[in-house]
């Protein structure tokens, strides 16, 4: 990304280059020191990005999915991090985990508003993991472009515990993508499933699902902090 930068900033333009290279280095992004073996990190990617974008330079998407973290305390500005890292590209779908200590219905809210052209699903967790590393008291998110999900539905299960409300929210799901759940080609399509880690219904849940679709489900249950009192 700093060679493309240099490259299209320059356009050939030795002085330019050399420049360019120097404000770069100003910025703390030396370009021998930050290879293709570098590890990825999204905050300073997305900082490359705004430098990019303040020097005139239009970068192309790399990668049709962008993963982002962030540990600020408030809501505002870890939903403001979150944007800005994943600004790179125009998501379809979103899917966050958030610490517990954020407040379930305000993180949702304010990353619905943030990502308003894709579908943002998420919930809590008792610990996040990005890149190889575990964070506390943070929000990871991946956003993902029409390269990699075209599109999303999404149905909400008002009762894990019953068999019906689960058949309901299958069928409200199928309405929604145009075909019943049990007539989707399994090679095309993915479900996610993120589900109340109090609820002790995991393992029903799944086996009722794989009789109503051959979809392969994945994902896993909302977790909480210490005191384990809701998920969200």
Not at 121 to 138: F, H, N, P, W, Y
Not at 185 to 208: A, P, T
Not at 210 to 221: A, H, K, P, Q
Request: proline share 3%; hydrophobic share 40%.
């Amino acid at each position: 990304m700093i060679e493309t930068i240099i490259e299209k900033r320059s356009g050939g333009n030795e002085i330019l280059e050399n420049t360019t290279r120097t404000k770069l280095v100003l910025k703390g992004y030396h370009p021998e020191r930050w290879t293709l073996q570098s590890e990825d990190d999204p905050a300073k990617i997305a900082e490359l990005r705004r430098i990019a974008r303040d020097m005139g330079v239009q970068l192309q998407a790399t990668t049709s999915v962008v993963i982002a973290s962030t540990t600020a305390s408030s809501i505002e500005q870890a939903v403001d991090d979150i944007s800005k890292q994943c600004s790179g590209i125009s998501p379809t779908m979103v899917l966050f985990f958030a610490s517990s200590r954020y407040d379930p219905a305000s993180i949702s809210r304010a990353m619905y508003d943030a990502f308003g052209g894709a579908q943002v699903i998420g919930c809590s967790t008792a610990g996040e993991i990005v890149s190889g590393r575990v964070l506390k008291d943070s929000i990871v998110a991946m956003a993902f472009d029409d390269r990699t999900v075209r599109d999303a539905a999404f149905s909400v299960v008002t009762d894990v515990t019953s068999p019906d409300s689960l058949a309901d929210a299958v069928r409200r799901l199928g309405e929604d993508i145009g075909t019943p759940l049990g007539e989707l080609d399994f090679r095309k399509y993915v479900g996610l499933i993120l589900i109340d880690g109090l609820s002790g219904s995991e393992e029903r849940v799944m086996d009722r699902l794989g009789d109503l679709t051959n979809v392969t489900f994945i994902g896993g249950s909302a977790g909480t902090g210490a005191r384990g009192e809701r998920t969200g």
